[in-house]
């Protein structure tokens, strides 16, 4: 007689083993067609496993996280039977849920076709319509290692194989289709519904290794009914106009070349935009009692190796060897630089805070799969800071840098900010001791500070438990940029101290600061949330000056003159095109704001203002534009 303990603490008695499906029939009917399994004592299950002893049980319904997890792993195997089913020589490998969606890898010498795919989504429909009872079976490991050969899958062979032999091994099958899982599935094909999609085909290297064989990736995403799906096709066409590639074509920015992949090529407006958002940044942390330095590139692997990067990063490093022996490493971040222009001359109590910032570029190999534009790139600038300190000033410093990071995102338009808090990786460096400290201490200071925050654990640092500043974009999307982390490790491995007020050496706190994080991520970030309009302080060209007439080139010269001299980026379009012409190439580049000048802005020294994304003009006096404009770009920037 099993007893049941809800989530609410309210318990239920069976007189035999019970079901999850048969548990949530008993709670209400609602609850039954929702359910999509259980969670019995933490662990998820199928709704069809018997339950014979005491546990906690939760429903998981199709509209929570865990059961729209659930649905994408359906989902993934039921592309596999898809494939399986109009391909049959085709092998399968791993097929799991992901962030809105799903994949399968599979092992086919013909590529897949965008009417592949066409064909496979009818397919998988078809799967669904039949509602094939999905059951699930414990198999001797040896047994399922002959099955999976026997029928020519090598790959789930392999992957069998390797699984511990006191592990137990679970299959599940739904109509002629078997697959290696953990579970837990659905009932049925059918209960997986029709809100799925499948995107694109990709390669992919079989377990992630460059140096194995490619496979096929067919992507795909999948949601719990047909709003939700429509909802994110539609995000996805939105996604496409904005990409930030496109728009840095479009606006004249920068590009890509296959001679120094994952690596920026800027143009000058670009450049502009960038040393834009260098200055802004510069500007506000001069105001917060940051000092600005520069470390080198290039440091020697001693230091990397005495920091702990070496270890858990070394992978990740270009690295150098020069005709003495030496190895040297191009710099993956700051933070060691950072140390040694701490370390110079005894610092004392009475120093600290002491906040230095840099500017640094930065190099981290990344595999050229993974590469994407400026999201995800090798060559970077990171806007790095790091805050020595007392441990009694951890809290003060920690709310400080978390109202100046929340502010500077208001300045760029992002208001939805979620904060989230990571603790101690699996890999990393220091004592337990030392790692319960600085969790403790950035705890702390977010409660002190009243800002909400969800837990990420085992994503800290290697070297401290870090928050990171999540933010959401105007299509809906979530770019973590921000980060702030404590480490009480780094300053000891390298031997920088301060003279406490004991009169005895201390090792500092390190806090590591950054804002936007890549500079050219964070351009990204910006182009795509404002489908490159960006704020007027902030593009890199400004106003663009328009003729109508060629008798009006000497004043549109003028113009442009006067706009430069107030510090307003401007530039004349004196050809001999038509106005209509000239004002609709420059609103696809972007421009936000557009003078017209003809005979009549000449006889009266006004102009006709045409603001990017509005077809009306206002006819304005030369001076009140140009008070307007300066008024506009002041205030912008400034926090609100």
């Known amino acids: 007689m099993p007893k049941i303990t809800l989530p609410d603490g309210s318990e239920r008695h069976y007189d035999d083993a019970v079901t999850g499906n048969e548990i949530a029939?008993?709670?209400?009917?609602?609850?039954?067609?929702?359910?999509?399994?259980?969670?019995?004592?933490?662990?998820?299950?199928?709704?069809?496993?018997?339950?014979?002893?005491?546990?906690?049980?939760?429903?998981?319904?199709?509209?929570?996280?865990?059961?729209?997890?659930?649905?994408?792993?359906?989902?993934?195997?039921?592309?596999?039977?898809?494939?399986?089913?109009?391909?049959?020589?085709?092998?399968?490998?791993?097929?799991?849920?992901?962030?809105?969606?799903?994949?399968?890898?599979?092992?086919?010498?013909?590529?897949?076709?965008?009417?592949?795919?066409?064909?496979?989504e009818a397919r998988m429909k078809e799967i669904v319509d039949r509602d094939e009872p999905i059951t699930r079976e414990v198999w001797e490991r040896d047994k399922a290692v002959d099955f999976f050969r026997g029928i020519g899958e090598e790959y789930k062979a392999k992957i069998i194989a390797g699984i511990p032999s006191d592990d137990e091994l679970t299959l599940y099958r739904q109509g002629d289709f078997i697959d290696l899982c953990r579970g837990p599935h659905l009932t049925s094909t059918g209960k997986l519904g029709k809100a799925f999609k499948l995107t694109h085909v990709s390669g992919a290297y079989w377990r992630g290794d460059s140096k194995n064989e490619m496979l096929q990736r067919i992507y795909g995403t999948a949601w719990s009914n047909e709003k939700q799906l429509r909802k994110y096709l539609h995000m996805l066409e939105e996604a496409e106009k904005r990409d930030h590639r496109r728009l840095g074509r479009i606006m004249d920015l920068f590009h890509f070349q296959e001679e120094s992949p994952g690596a920026v090529f800027w143009h000058p407006k670009g450049w502009t935009l960038f040393q834009n958002l260098i200055g802004f940044m510069r500007k506000q942390q001069d105001a917060a009692g940051y000092l600005e330095i520069n470390t080198p590139e290039i440091v020697s692997r001693s230091l990397w190796e005495a920091s702990g990067h070496w270890e858990t990063f070394g992978d990740s490093?270009?690295?150098?060897?020069?005709?003495?022996?030496?190895?040297?490493?191009?710099?993956?971040?700051?933070?060691?630089?950072?140390?040694?222009?701490?370390?110079?001359?005894?610092?004392?109590?009475?120093?600290?805070?002491?906040?230095?910032?840099?500017?640094g570029k930065c190099h981290r190999y990344e595999p050229s799969g993974a590469l994407h534009g400026m999201m995800r790139v090798r060559a970077f600038t990171q806007d790095d800071a790091h805050i020595f300190c007392t441990p009694e000033q951890i809290t003060a410093e920690v709310v400080a840098v978390c109202d100046l990071i929340l502010g500077i995102y208001r300045d760029f338009g992002f208001e939805d900010v979620q904060i989230k808090y990571a603790d101690r990786p699996e890999v990393r460096?220091?004592?337990?001791?030392?790692?319960?400290?600085a969790e403790a201490a950035l705890v702390k200071a977010l409660e002190v500070s009243g800002l909400d925050y969800t837990h990420n654990p085992g994503e800290g640092a290697f070297y401290g438990p870090k928050i990171e500043f999540v933010l959401r974009d105007a299509i809906g999307r979530d770019w973590q940029c921000g980060t702030l982390q404590v480490d009480l490790n780094m300053p000891g491995r390298l031997g920088a101290t301060y003279i406490g007020e004991d009169g005895n050496k201390h090792f500092p706190v390190?806090?590591?600061?950054?804002?936007?994080?890549?500079?050219?991520?964070?351009?990204?970030i910006l182009l795509e949330h404002h489908a490159g309009n960006?704020?007027?302080?902030?593009?890199?060209?400004?106003?663009?000056?328009?003729?109508i007439t060629s008798a009006a080139d000497e004043y549109a010269t003028e113009i442009a003159r006067l706009l430069r001299a107030k510090g307003i980026?401007?530039?004349?379009?004196?050809?001999?095109?038509?106005?209509?012409?000239?004002?609709?190439?420059?609103?696809?580049?972007?421009?936000?704001?557009?003078?017209?000048?003809?005979?009549?802005?000449?006889?009266?020294?006004?102009?006709?203002?045409?603001?990017?994304?509005?077809?009306?003009?206002?006819?304005?006096?030369?001076?009140?534009?140009?008070?307007?404009?300066?008024?506009?770009?002041?205030?912008?920037?400034?926090?609100?």
């Open 317 to 359: 490093m270009f690295t150098t060897e020069t005709p003495d022996g030496r190895t040297y490493a191009i710099k993956p971040m700051n933070c060691p630089g950072h140390v040694q222009v701490f370390k110079q001359g005894i610092t004392s109590y009475r120093d600290l805070p002491y906040r230095l910032a840099e500017f």
């Open 25 to 120: 029939a008993s709670i209400g009917e609602g609850l039954a067609k929702a359910a999509v399994a259980v969670r019995v004592d933490g662990a998820a299950w199928d709704l069809t496993r018997k339950i014979d002893n005491d546990a906690a049980v939760e429903v998981v319904t199709r509209d929570s996280d865990d059961g729209l997890e659930l649905l994408r792993h359906d989902a993934a195997h039921v592309l596999a039977e898809a494939v399986k089913e109009l391909w049959p020589d085709t092998q399968v490998t791993i097929g799991p849920a992901i962030d809105n969606g799903f994949y399968y890898d599979f092992a086919r010498e013909e590529p897949f076709t965008d009417l592949d795919l066409e064909t496979i």
């Open 429 to 437: 460096v220091g004592e337990d001791a030392v790692w319960d400290q």
């Open 569 to 640: 980026r401007a530039e004349t379009d004196l050809r001999n095109e038509k106005i209509s012409y000239k004002v609709r190439e420059h609103s696809v580049a972007k421009v936000p704001v557009q003078f017209a000048i003809g005979q009549r802005e000449v006889d009266d020294r006004s102009v006709a203002v045409r603001r990017l994304g509005s077809k009306k003009q206002q006819v304005m006096s030369l001076d009140d534009a140009i008070s307007s404009l300066l008024s506009e770009i002041e205030t912008h920037g400034a926090r609100h």
């Open 534 to 547: 960006l704020p007027l302080w902030l593009a890199p060209l400004q106003v663009k000056v328009l003729t």
């Open 510 to 524: 390190m806090l590591h600061r950054a804002i936007f994080g890549s500079l050219e991520r964070f351009i990204g």
